[in-house]
């Protein structure tokens, strides 16, 4: 498998920049496969078999889709190498993914939630840095990786727009509301105290407590849950996801342009942009039944 796979991985990063996450989550999935099957010799059939015992197992259509799409792209990799003289999962097709809406929240609950991440944390420098947080997270609509990575450079200099690197290597410029221009003001001399106090430096805007590293994914998503608690809402239904997804929706149900709201997420196709427009149909959908006189 690895003489097939790594090289794989490789050309993934170096031709389309895939991210860490992405690359992990490729070598797991095709792991899985070669677990059952050899890689090299495996025809047509043993892919089918492969994905019905998926099924049966109870995966989820998104699972499934997903492992196949592994499968099909490391078999194209491996005809255009010439390792193979043909690709057996050419012409598989996988599971429909069911089409959900992204959950997202109403401006009243975002508010609340804002309110409480500056209330929450041990500490007037751990309330500053989470109000700081979710302030540029619902300002800009970034992944939860670009937030909790960015570089202290990105926002020196009382900027009006940062830089962000996103997904793929691809850079897009993102400007800052004034709330979430005051949370940087009022955290950045606070990390700075904090860091100069323990004779500490760190390129990260978000340091963890090695300043080497920045806060994880993993820390962010439970201050998430932390901080619904506290605004009185349910956790089960808020992740950092959500204030993405409040962000794209509240622009949009305030007259901002879908292709705007694209470059602003930085998603490479508009048509995963569109899915906003659905959310608001569905939003109309319950105005009228719940408001109109005749419903």
Partial sequence: MSRWVEPFLEALQAERG???NTLKSY???LSDFASQHDVAQADAEDIICYLAGLEAEGLAATTRARRLSAIKQLYGFAFQEG???DNPAARIKGPQRP???PNTMSEPDVSALLAAAAKTGRGDSAKTRNACLFQL???TGLRVTELVSMPLAAVLGDPRMILVKGKGGGERMVPLSPPAKDALAMWLPLRAAGLKAKRQSSPHL????VPEKHLSRVQFFRLVDQVALAAGLDPKGISPHSLRHAFATHLLANGADLRAIQMLLGHADIATTE???HVLDERLKALVLEKHPLA
Avoid at 206 to 209: D, V
């Fill in 83 to 85: 390792w193979r003289k």
């Fill in 275 to 277: 899915i906003y427009t």
């Fill in 99 to 101: 089409k959900t809406l």
């Fill in 18 to 20: 895939a991210a860490e």
């Fill in 137 to 139: 997270l619902y300002a």
């Fill in 206 to 209: 978000f340091p963890s407590r």
């Fill in 27 to 29: 070598a797991l999935d």
